[in-house]
């Protein structure tokens, strides 16, 4: 696609229930990226896909919280068992990757969940 | 490890005036720079990217600079306007850590009318 679309753009559950959060990159982007936003701050690295490669989960918060990338396009986040604290907007971005990393990101533009 | 840091936090500014953004990075090693801007409660939407061999880039009344051995960065807007209210993030892609992008914490810019 044009650019970056993430499903659904708000989303408000029940603190224990499960979600699934869903970024389509631009089309061609081997790279994939989810970064969460808490009110007020700057943003907080989740985890990264880069084609066929094993996943950057070095961000993920809890084990509550993965991530898969079918078919190294569209990509889920799922948040089991859902806390206030994961309350938040959830950003996906994609880039172009190759030998080296001079590419830009592209956002799109975030759901934001709410845990009540 | 790589640390951006943004100055001012908030600026506030009649329409009409110039005025420059500032970032820093504790380490130059770096393939890029890129200065986003975030309307409240949207997305990021990529203003400008600065590759590590450039000095400069420039996109209508926006202007970004990149002293890659300083570790510093501008962001220079002209005449600013009501409709550049938003918060700037600067962004490094560094060397080292993997691929990950590290953010700057932002600065709130209000332009009055």
């Known amino acids: 696609g044009a650019g970056v679309s993430q499903s659904p753009s708000n989303k408000v559950t029940e603190k224990g229930k499960d979600v699934e959060l869903r970024c389509d990159p631009i089309s061609g982007h081997t790279a994939l990226y989810w970064y969460r936003q808490s009110l007020g701050q700057g943003l907080e690295f989740l985890i990264y896909f880069q084609g066929n490669s094993a996943p950057d989960k070095s961000g993920l918060p809890s084990d509550r919280f993965s991530a898969e990338r079918t078919g190294g396009s569209v990509s889920t986040l799922t948040i089991q068992r859902t806390q206030q604290e994961d309350s938040a907007v959830y950003l996906c971005a994609s880039s172009l990757e190759g030998v080296v990393s001079n590419y830009g990101y592209t956002f799109g533009s975030g759901t934001r969940l709410t845990v009540v | 490890k790589q640390e951006v840091t943004q100055i001012p936090a908030a600026l506030s500014v009649p329409e009409g005036e110039n005025l420059v953004l500032n970032c820093s990075f504790t380490?130059?090693?770096?393939?890029?720079l890129q200065w986003f801007r975030q309307d409240p409660g949207k997305g990021l939407t990529s203003l400008l990217l600065i590759q590590s061999s450039q000095r400069e880039q420039t996109s209508g009344r926006l202007n970004a600079s990149l002293d890659k051995s300083s570790g510093r960065s501008t962001l220079y807007i002209a005449a600013s306007q009501p409709g550049d209210s938003a918060t700037y993030l600067c962004?490094?892609?560094?060397?080292?850590?993997?691929?990950?992008?590290?953010f700057g914490a932002g600065t709130r810019l209000f332009v009055k009318a």
């Open positions: 962004a490094v892609r560094p060397h080292t850590g993997g691929f990950k992008t590290i």
């Open positions: 380490d130059s090693a770096i393939y890029n």
